[in-house]
């Protein structure tokens, strides 16, 4: 029986690293293109990632969408972001998917990203945050430290500095948790790290 070879992906962005960002959000990688609604990143209108931001800052989950269009406004995202300081990229440059779909079940890691490189370029970061399983699995092995749980943090060295990693629950509807309960979680960390005020 022939094995099956699956081409590596390499990832389609580059890091979304604004000056004076305290917070570097990491995701696993990007789904397929045909899947984007936008350029940037959490790119798929079925993930709420945009959805739960919009609920914490703004009281209004659809602040990101242009509804009619089925997509979201990456403008007003990347400026949101910016605005926070938040930071963004994924945990793995190259991947295989051995199906032909967006499950991160699905997604093999051919090369963890250098987390420290990115760290090193956001000087004022003082937090890692991990979006899903994969993201958590990913970046555990490859720092080598113990996998937080779910809305909880561990202290972490990254390029020589001390920083908080935390896990939050992911932004995919394949995830069972509504929004508005994983916007909850989003937003202890957020409170917590200062970007967001009571």
């Not at 004076?20 to 709420?48: C, H, I, T, V």
């Not at 994924?90 to 051919?110: M, Q």
Request: glycine share 6%; proline share 6%; net charge positive.
């Amino acid at each position: 029986m022939k094995s099956v070879t699956y081409p590596i992906e390499t990832h389609p962005l580059k890091p979304f690293l604004p000056d004076g960002a305290r917070l570097l959000m990491l995701g696993s990688f990007p789904p397929k293109r045909e899947r984007w609604s936008m350029d940037f990143f959490y790119p798929n209108y079925q993930n709420d990632m945009w959805r739960i931001m919009g609920h914490i800052f703004f009281d209004d989950k659809h602040i990101f969408e242009i509804r009619e269009e089925r997509k979201f406004d990456k403008d007003s995202i990347v400026k949101f972001c910016r605005d926070r300081g938040i930071a963004i990229f994924d945990v793995a440059s190259e991947v295989r998917r051995l199906k032909d779909n967006a499950s991160d079940k699905f997604l093999e890691v051919a090369k963890p990203t250098d987390v420290a490189t990115l760290i090193n370029e956001i000087p004022c970061c003082q937090a890692v945050v991990i979006t899903g399983e994969k993201a958590a699995e990913t970046i555990s092995s490859n720092i080598g430290c113990a996998r937080p749980s779910v809305g909880g943090f561990v202290e972490v060295l990254i390029a020589g500095r001390s920083l908080r990693l935390w896990r939050m629950p992911s932004s995919s509807r394949a995830y069972p948790m509504v929004v508005e309960k994983k916007a909850d979680v989003y937003r202890k960390m957020l409170l917590s790290e200062g970007l967001l005020k009571e």
